[in-house]
Nanobody
Framework: QVHLVESGGGLVQPGGSLRLSCAAS????????MSWYRQAPGKERELLAA?????????NYAASVKGRFAISRDNAKNTVYLQMNSLKPEDAAVYYC???????????WGQGTQVTVSS
């Protein structure tokens, strides 16, 4: 059974930073690309960032977060991270992780972690 547990969200002011974590289990983590998505109220889930498997993996980012967010992974911990800097109010959403690089591999979505950006 695939399990994805996101954490690290919270309330930050515009311009602030957060680091999200996603702990994965139920599959061979080190063999799969991983990705981050978000979903704001009334909107569909949006792909933000992805990273290939292995050390020094290649990454890609949505234009909306390019230069502000950075995805990384620790295969020894089965964990993928999203460093979020220069946060904007429009970044407010529930953030999710999944396996895959250009699309989610698993229909299961974890609980997500809420990010609120407000002054």
């Amino acid at each position: 059974q695939v399990h994805l547990v996101e954490s690290g969200g919270g309330l930050v002011q515009p311009g602030g930073s957060l680091r999200l974590s996603c702990a994965a289990s139920g599959f061979t983590f080190s063999s799969y690309a991983m990705s981050w998505y978000r979903q704001a109220p009334g909107k569909e889930r949006e792909l933000l960032a992805a990273i290939t498997s292995g050390a020094g993996g290649n990454t890609n980012y949505a234009a909306s977060v390019k230069g502000r967010f950075a995805i990384s992974r620790d295969n020894a911990k089965n964990t993928v991270y999203l460093q979020m800097n220069s946060l904007k109010p429009e970044d407010a959403a529930v953030y999710y992780c999944n396996a895959g690089y250009v699309r989610p591999l698993y229909g299961y979505w974890g609980q997500g972690t809420q990010v609120t950006v407000s002054s």
